[in-house]
């Protein structure tokens, strides 16, 4: 059996107020974020990568390697929130695929593993939902099957990606993990100072 391809959509056109900077050229190692993130989903055969940016799109878009096949989109609405940039991308994702993947950009330290991990769970259950999940709770990304496409662009946007996850409860594959970076968001200078030591050894 032929495999499926699976799309990725990576959603970085958050502000970053909290932050101070843009979080998509954090330092991870020798790497920033979105490089990092670039290269695990390269690595699990994720395709394609698309990349929703938002006000800091110019900023961020010189500063990343561009010997890569990725779709870079911009935002020209992120007030609008995080559901509308993941609307933005889901706009894009080629019809021949089952599902797409998101991927937060403040998520830098989740797993190889964990990518690969979903990326055969959504192999053998193309139309679920799954979400990984680590000592009971769940993290990200989150794979969505494209009979959920609708629904996602059709959600209110202050609610978020949750209210597709709430409504389809009983479609969700959770997904064991070893990985505690499933958990891990990285949203302001101080939780950025309290991982660097983890960043550091990435």
Do not use: W
Not at 107 to 134: D, G, N, R
């Amino acid at each position: 059996m032929s495999r499926q391809r699976i799309a990725s959509v990576i959603l970085a056109a958050g502000d970053s107020r909290r932050m101070g900077k843009p979080k998509a050229l954090l330092k991870i190692g020798p790497l920033v974020f979105l490089e990092t993130i670039f290269n695990l989903l390269e690595e699990a055969k994720y395709d394609p990568l698309i990349t929703v940016l938002g006000n800091d799109f110019k900023e961020i878009f010189q500063s990343i390697q561009k010997k890569r096949k990725i779709l870079f989109l911009r935002n020209q609405f992120s007030e609008k929130g995080q559901l509308y940039s993941l609307q933005c991308g889901l706009k894009h994702v080629p019809g021949d695929v089952p599902g797409c993947l998101v991927v937060l950009v403040d998520h830098p330290l989740v797993s190889l593993t964990t990518y690969l991990s979903v990326f055969e769970a959504a192999q053998k259950f193309p139309y679920k939902i799954i979400i990984p999940v680590y000592e009971g709770k769940r993290g990200h990304p989150v794979y969505f099957g494209k009979k959920y496409f609708n629904d996602l662009l059709t959600a209110p946007l202050s609610e978020g990606a949750r209210y597709v996850v709430q409504k389809y409860e009983k479609s969700i594959l959770e997904l064991p993990v070893d990985d505690a970076g499933i958990l891990v968001d990285i949203d302001t200078p101080e939780e950025y100072s309290r991982y660097l030591e983890t960043l550091a050894g990435f």
